[in-house]
């Protein structure tokens, strides 16, 4: 048998949120465990993320009396999913999630709440909820993290109030539906921000202490392996797998300028997500255009080392041509795209495309809006991409669109020289607007007068914008008789270019429901698992709800690390 560097139980590649549960679970039941990352910065896109877990039946739903059963979610992503569901997968992700968020709580220090009034993402479909299958983050104190906090990947800015202050989904979804009590919440957590400048001062961080999102579920994994003793070795190349009798027992990486071979005996979890910041990877399976710039992934991380490797062992792949895509803003710069997630449903704003025409409901999930936009650029013949988001003066007041924070906060003078032309564009007029974007003009105002009656009336007769719950969550609860619709009349009138964005790659290694690796024809690779997006989606073409890629990357985390225990 071949010389090792290092010997563990069990080895897990890669540091976002499924690794970490993992690696977490996986210690607890006594295993010897080593977490390798590559990059200097810990917690992967799973670090800037809104860190949103879905999980249906969780108990804290159940607490507040909420409503649900596996049968009900089963059915729900029946439809939502289609023929091709992989059924003992569904039924296992249904069983496990709750009770790995749970166990979590019990026995590390990541801590979550119901998001109850975040909906499913298909009200069409039967066993849909219109809340309560969401989890989101507590907010979590990184002081706690102590030597480890300069290796904490940053949270996402798109994601913070004024790009700096840390909110939970719920606050900012208070705030951004502008309900009952938004201004003060605001208020009184800049004043928290504000104050806390000691600690800022004293530690020469520049972050907010209390972290949010996917960043504190990040920082209260990696506190509990620090509490549980765990290593997670930053800069550390996986570059292969290592089989000996038909069974993966261990790892190469580069580290220190060397290569390293340690040896796992009772397997090695690949969870070094997907392949979103390959350009080679992506031109051979993601559809056209495409590009890395318009990924809101974390820069040069996920290339798709582990989807390679798992390759070379003869894994099955399954859903390499998709991606969790999301609309996207290339900031000038920034070194990644932020996510359109929520701006596209507030009133007054829609998307077109160079004819000036819309294509979709704007405020459809973000997975749907991409994938009408690929749709819409093939009978475009490429005028889609880029789209197109359309505001006037009275949006640009009241609402936030990308990083330009409402006028009544940040005037078009506070706004950063070197967008205007390039994130954003400005004329008094429409076909002002239309030409300096080379957009078809009386398209354009063909597209405004319907949008503006529509507004009126309260219904999107093209594609039904407002006409649901899902849509509604992102609507001004102020706004009549349609939260979601506002003529757009007051110049001077704005646009800003959307990419064919993502927020990771959704296909990858064939895994069973213990997050085995398995082959073409079905048998396991023995010692061999893969989570996150590393996996081929156990979610299929869809995107349930929101956690719809960390709730899998979690449960199966937990589920491979126990089977891997047990063995
Ligand atoms: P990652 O979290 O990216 O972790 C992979 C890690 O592996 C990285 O740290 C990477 O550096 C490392 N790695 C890669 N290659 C190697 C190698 N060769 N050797 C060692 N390490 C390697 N999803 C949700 O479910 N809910 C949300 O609320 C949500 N919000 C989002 C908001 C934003 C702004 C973004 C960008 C994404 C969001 N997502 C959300 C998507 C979600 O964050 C990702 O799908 C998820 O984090 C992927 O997890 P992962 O573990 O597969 O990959």
Request: hydrophobic share 40%; glycine share 6%.
């Given at each position: 048998k071949s010389e090792f560097n290092a010997e563990y139980d069990l080895v897990v590649v890669g540091s976002g949120a499924g690794a970490l549960t993992s690696a977490v679970t996986a210690a607890a039941k006594g295993l010897r465990v080593l977490v390798v990352e590559k990059t200097d910065k810990y917690g992967g896109t799973s670090a800037l993320s809104g860190g949103g877990i879905w999980i249906p039946c969780n108990?804290?739903?159940?607490?507040?009396?909420?409503?649900?059963?596996?049968?009900?979610?089963?059915?729900?992503?029946?439809?939502?999913?289609?023929?091709?569901?992989?059924?003992?997968?569904?039924?296992?992700?249904?069983?496990?999630?709750?009770?790995?968020?749970?166990?979590?709580?019990?026995?590390?220090?990541?801590?979550?709440?119901?998001?109850?009034?975040?909906?499913?993402?298909?009200?069409?479909?039967?066993?849909?909820?219109?809340?309560?299958?969401?989890?989101?983050?507590?907010?979590?104190?990184?002081?706690?993290?102590?030597?480890?906090?300069?290796?904490?990947?940053?949270?996402?800015?798109?994601?913070?109030?004024?790009?700096?202050?840390?909110?939970?989904?719920?606050?900012?979804?208070?705030?951004?539906?502008?309900?009952?009590?938004?201004?003060?919440?605001?208020?009184?957590?800049?004043?928290?921000?504000?104050?806390?400048?000691?600690?800022?001062?004293?530690?020469?961080?520049?972050?907010?202490?209390?972290?949010?999102?996917?960043?504190?579920?990040?920082?209260?994994?990696?506190?509990?392996?620090?509490?549980r003793n765990v290593p997670l070795w930053l800069n550390t190349n996986f570059v292969e797998l290592i089989e000996e009798e038909g069974r993966v027992c261990g790892i190469v990486v580069e580290r220190e300028g060397k290569q390293q071979r340690i040896r796992a005996d009772k397997g090695v979890i690949l969870a070094a997500g997907g392949f979103e910041q390959n350009p080679e990877l992506r031109e051979k399976y993601l559809p056209k255009p495409n590009k890395v710039e318009w990924s809101t992934t974390p820069e040069g991380a996920n290339t798709g080392a582990a989807l390679e490797a798992g390759q070379k062992l003869g894994a099955a792949t399954a859903l390499l041509d998709w991606a969790w895509w999301t609309p996207s803003f290339v900031v000038p710069g920034e070194t990644k795209a932020r996510g359109v997630f929520a701006e596209r449903a507030f009133p007054g704003a829609i998307v077109v495309n160079g004819l000036g025409q819309r294509f979709v409901n704007e405020a459809t999930p973000y997975l749907e809006f991409v994938t009408a936009m690929y749709a819409d650029n093939e009978k475009t013949q490429g005028k889609t991409t880029p789209s197109w988001v359309i505001f006037d003066a009275k949006y640009r007041f009241s609402y936030a669109m990308g990083p330009l924070m409402p006028g009544q906060i940040m005037p078009d003078s506070r706004l950063r020289k070197e967008w205007l032309n390039k994130l954003y564009y400005k004329a008094d007029t429409l076909d002002g607007l239309a030409a300096q974007i080379g957009v078809d003009a009386m398209g354009l105002q063909e597209t405004v007068k319907k949008i503006n009656h529509y507004a009126e009336t309260g219904v999107d007769e093209d594609f039904g914008r407002g006409g649901n719950v899902f849509d509604r969550y992102y609507g001004d609860s102020n706004v009549t008789p349609n939260p979601c619709l506002a003529p757009i009349a007051k110049g001077p009138f704005y646009a800003m270019p959307i990419q064919a964005g993502d927020i990771g790659t959704k296909g990858g290694l064939l895994t069973n429901e213990h997050a085995q690796v398995v082959k073409p024809d079905g048998q396991v690779i023995p010692g061999l698992y893969a989570i996150g997006n590393t996996s081929a989606s156990v979610m299929g073409t869809t995107y349930p709800g929101a956690g719809g890629t960390l709730g899998p990357a979690m449960t199966f985390g937990y589920v491979a690390a126990l089977d891997a225990a047990a063995k």
């Open positions: 108990h804290h739903f159940k607490a507040k009396g909420g409503q649900d059963s596996p049968e009900k979610a089963w059915t729900y992503l029946k439809n939502a999913i289609g023929d091709d569901i992989d059924e003992a997968r569904v039924r296992k992700y249904i069983e496990k999630a709750p009770e790995m968020i749970q166990w979590l709580e019990q026995n590390s220090r990541v801590r979550y709440a119901v998001a109850e009034k975040y909906p499913d993402y298909y009200p069409q479909y039967e066993g849909f909820l219109p809340g309560g299958r969401t989890l989101d983050p507590e907010l979590f104190d990184i002081a706690s993290l102590k030597d480890e906090l300069p290796h904490l990947r940053e949270a996402s800015r798109g994601n913070m109030l004024m790009g700096k202050i840390s909110w939970t989904a719920r606050q900012a979804h208070i705030a951004m539906s502008k309900s009952r009590g938004w201004r003060l919440m605001v208020i009184w957590m800049m004043l928290r921000y504000k104050l806390d400048f000691m600690w800022r001062k004293k530690t020469g961080e520049k972050r907010d202490r209390r972290t949010a999102l996917g960043n504190a579920l990040i920082a209260s994994l990696r506190a509990s392996l620090i509490d």
